[in-house]
């Protein structure tokens, strides 16, 4: 499990981000079974508010919750980022793909926690591990678009080298213009992490081209 420094400073929480060995985190294995919400990831910027156990939350790559349940995403190379007011009394968890960012997945949560009169200075987001730009190569065309969805991020920042992107910095870029009070970055790609002893640490979509993923989540410590 790999945890953010930034979110560990909160005692009110507890978070972690999944690793091939441990896809759900641990301390979540027994808080996660009961009452967990139900939700079906599709890419896009949907966003549910969870109030209750055992919610039918839909097609959404979002959710946030002030109660103790639990919330997380699920990932294999895309970008899972935690959040959580300073207080600990709201989480938020996010899972932005190249679709889910360039759609403005983190704008449209943004606008999701302004609507229910949060102020986005007072909440801190972590950005986990995701594919990086090492080892994200995609289309030129797709970079292309990136550049004319966000003209206000430097194109190198963007793509790094050719055809490469940098999907959690563009996420990064975002949290910071938004007003998220602060920002974490694990910086660890899901593609090529390697245990000289235990080979590949995370899953990656590109790399084994499976369906297997890694659960990224937060909570209240309340409920453990």
């Known amino acids: ?22 896809p759900v985190p641990n301390q979540f294995l027994k808080v996660w079974v009961d009452g967990r919400p139900t939700w079906n990831q599709v890419h896009g910027v949907g966003i549910a508010n969870v109030v209750r156990k055992s919610q039918l939350c839909g097609d959404v790559d979002a959710l946030t919750t002030k109660t103790t349940n639990p919330i997380a995403v699920v990932t294999a190379d895309c970008v899972p980022i935690l959040f959580a007011r300073k207080d600990g009394a709201m989480v938020a968890a996010v899972h932005a793909g190249w ?14 926690l302004t609507a229910q009169g949060e102020n986005l200075k007072d909440w801190v987001a972590a950005i986990g591990p995701s594919i990086g730009k090492c080892c994200y190569e995609v289309s030129e065309a797709l970079i292309e678009d990136f550049i004319k969805t966000f003209p206000e991020i430097e194109p190198d920042l963007i793509s790094p080298a050719f055809r490469k992107l940098d999907l959690a910095a563009v996420n990064a870029h975002e949290l910071h213009r938004l007003g998220f009070g602060a920002v974490d970055m694990l910086d660890i790609c899901t593609y090529c992490t390697i ?30």
């Open 99 to 112: 679709r889910g960012t360039k759609a403005k997945i983190v704008e449209k949560l943004a606008e999701n």
């Open 195 to 224: 245990d000289p002893k235990k080979g590949a640490v995370l899953h990656s979509y590109r790399r084994e081209g499976s369906g297997t993923r890694q659960w990224s989540m937060i909570a209240h410590k309340q409920i453990f």
């Open 1 to 22: 499990m790999f945890q953010s420094s930034l979110l560990s400073k909160i005692p009110e929480i507890n978070h972690g981000f999944g690793t091939k060995l441990d």
